[in-house]
């Protein structure tokens, strides 16, 4: 089973929509990650939580919140989507004994 | 800050041939770690390597090496008689210790092994 799961693994939805995208771990992690990726662009953070009461923006956090429910899982929310949120979305969690972040598969999301 | 450059866009081999992918970063933190990860036509990051700043040992496991120099911020990657499999994005990444959370990617190389 995959230690980092996302759900939904694709989505199409419309300008103004709101949208959440699920991650769920199973390592216990206290830190987990959401980022986005675009062609050309590598990775971004949008946004990272220490731990359920521990959210912090990343480097691309407008237009998106987030909500860390439990240790094990972290939404993503897109209060009002818009088509250059088209992206492909990643969660990961960060093992911090060895400091390396594990992903889930990813979320293909588009905005029309 | 932080930065990551992989500096080939894409690269395209035979299948058999030795390939090396070059990662240059930047940082002004004397602790931190470096990753490689591969992203394969089916989309998911797959983590393959961590190297702190105070492990400049290279390390070789099965045919992947790498090879990490302090000296030239470098922390390159090289696939010995690549496979078809070997096809994918592979990326480079910089995180600071210290309690810092920042996972920095570079822009990534596309390699594409041909039979």
């Known amino acids: 089973d995959a230690d980092v799961t996302q759900t939904p693994r694709n989505r199409i939805t419309k300008t103004g929509k709101r949208i959440m995208l699920e991650c769920s771990q199973t390592?216990?992690?206290?830190?987990m990650y959401w980022y986005r990726q675009d062609p050309g662009l590598g990775l971004r953070l949008i946004y990272y939580?220490?731990?359920?009461?521990?959210?912090n923006k990343g480097e691309i956090s407008d237009g998106y919140s987030v909500s860390r429910q439990a240790q094990a899982k972290f939404s993503l929310s897109l209060e009002s989507a818009i088509p250059n949120q088209t992206a492909l979305y990643f969660c990961?969690?960060?093992?911090?004994?060895?400091?390396?972040?594990?992903f889930g598969p990813g979320t293909r999301l588009t905005v029309l | 800050a932080q930065k990551v450059t992989q500096a080939q866009t894409e690269i395209s081999v035979v299948e058999k041939e030795d390939v090396t992918l070059d990662c240059v970063y930047e940082?002004?933190?004397?602790?931190?770690?470096l990753f490689w990860y591969k992203q394969p036509p089916s989309g998911e990051l797959v983590f393959l390597i961590r190297?702190?700043?105070?492990?400049?040992q290279n390390e070789i496991s099965g045919r992947y090496s790498w090879n990490f120099q302090k000296s030239t911020s470098s922390f390159n990657f090289t696939i010995t008689a690549s496979q078809v499999v070997d096809s994918a994005v592979y990326f480079c990444?910089?995180?600071?210790?210290?309690?810092?959370?920042?996972?920095?990617f570079g822009k990534g190389t596309k390699l594409t092994v041909n039979p």
């Open positions: 939580s220490f731990d359920v009461k521990d959210i």
């Open positions: 940082t002004r933190d004397t602790t931190y770690y």
């Open positions: 990961a969690s960060r093992d911090r004994d060895t400091d390396t972040q594990y």
């Open positions: 390592k216990g992690h206290d830190r």
């Open positions: 190297r702190n700043s105070f492990d400049e």
């Open positions: 990444a910089l995180s600071e210790g210290g309690g810092s959370e920042k996972l920095v």
